[in-house]
């Protein structure tokens, strides 16, 4: 079970660029076809939040056309960016997306793994929220996944990163709390995969990993001083491959998709290494 995901594409109407400068429509398209083109292909793709840049209509036309060519399973989950109506409409044949009446949350089953996802929007607030009602939910599908193993989707990761700017916008103290509570209790539990950070970061929560993913476009700059001041970086567009094996759990590699020269062969025809 080979499970992708990716993030953050922030997506704006036709011919937009977000701040300006990210052709994000145009990085979409070379991940679409990166990721077409793996052998073998990912059995699914989740897409973890800020999926477009304001939660227009529009952008959702604009990125629904963007995804039209993708040969792979997707699931969406929402960002501080997004819309849960606008998402909702524009995707309607993506029937878990309202599994939730309130939230865009959602439980599937994909292989021999349960995928529960989490909405932590708290618009107009840029940063996230779990409240008791998403909480209660999410405890509920727990105890319903038995002893399945489960991966978490949620868009803001449940930890400090040390990038002020954005840990200034990350989740709520109080929910953490409980969040970490009800991990806790459930060991099948195999990872939390989170966006928001457009970088790649792990921390152990709750008993488990969690994790944030690059974005197929712009990345957060990585500047650990207290006072950095918010800025991206145009470094190489990335996502992420989740390989699931009964006896290893979860074991994560990160994916570049633009074209590098190789493969090349450590060895020569009569298996001898290439000095």
């Given at each position: 079970?080979i499970?992708c995901?990716?993030s953050?594409?922030?997506?704006?109407?036709p011919?937009?660029?977000?701040?300006q400068?990210?052709?994000?429509?145009?990085y979409?398209r070379?991940?679409?076809?990166?990721?077409n083109?793996l052998w073998?292909?990912?059995?699914?793709?989740?897409?973890?939040g800020?999926l477009?840049?304001?939660g227009d209509?529009?952008?959702?036309?604009?990125?629904?056309?963007?995804?039209?060519?993708?040969q792979i399973?997707?699931?969406l989950?929402a960002?501080?960016?997004?819309?849960?109506?606008a998402l909702?409409a524009?995707?309607?044949?993506?029937?878990?997306?309202?599994?939730n009446?309130?939230?865009?949350?959602?439980?599937?089953?994909?292989?021999?793994l349960r995928l529960i996802?989490l909405?932590?929007?708290?618009?107009?607030?840029?940063g996230?929220?779990l409240?008791?009602?998403?909480?209660?939910?999410l405890?509920?599908?727990?105890?319903?996944a038995?002893?399945?193993?489960?991966v978490?989707t949620?868009?803001?990761?449940?930890f400090?990163?040390?990038?002020?700017?954005?840990d200034?916008?990350g989740?709520?103290?109080?929910?953490l709390?409980?969040l970490?509570?009800?991990v806790?209790r459930?060991s099948?539990?195999?990872?939390i995969?989170?966006g928001?950070l457009?970088?790649?970061?792990?921390?152990?929560f709750?008993?488990?990993?969690?994790?944030?993913?690059?974005s197929?476009a712009?990345?957060v700059?990585l500047d650990l001083?207290?006072?950095?001041?918010?800025?991206f970086?145009?470094e190489?567009?990335?996502?992420?491959?989740?390989?699931?094996?009964?006896?290893?759990?979860?074991?994560?590699?990160?994916?570049?998709?633009?074209?590098?020269?190789g493969p090349?062969?450590?060895?020569?025809a009569d298996?001898?290494l290439?000095p």
């Open positions: 079970m499970l995901q990716i953050d594409m922030h997506i704006k109407r011919g937009e660029r977000a701040y400068r990210v052709d994000t429509a145009a979409l070379r991940a679409v076809t990166h990721l083109q073998p292909r990912p059995d699914a793709v989740v897409m973890t800020d477009v840049d304001s209509p529009l952008e959702y036309a604009h990125l629904r056309a963007l995804l039209g060519d993708l399973p997707y699931y989950c960002g501080n960016h997004d819309s849960r109506a909702r524009a995707f309607p044949e993506h029937t878990y997306l309202r599994q009446a309130e939230f865009v949350q959602y439980a599937v089953d994909l292989g021999p996802s909405d932590t929007q708290d618009y107009p607030n840029p996230g929220r409240c008791e009602r998403r909480l209660d939910w405890s509920d599908q727990l105890a319903m038995g002893g399945r193993p489960v978490i949620m868009h803001h990761p449940p400090p990163t040390g990038i002020g700017h954005m200034e916008i989740m709520s103290s109080p929910d709390d409980r970490r509570e009800i806790q459930h099948n539990v195999e990872r995969l989170c928001h457009h970088r790649p970061i792990h921390a152990r709750a008993g488990t990993i969690a994790s944030t993913c690059p197929p712009h990345q700059a001083r207290p006072d950095a001041p918010s800025a970086m145009m190489p567009p990335s996502y992420q491959l989740h390989w699931w094996q009964a006896d290893t759990g979860l074991v994560t590699h990160a994916g570049f998709c633009d074209a590098y020269e090349y062969p450590f060895h020569d298996g001898k290439i």
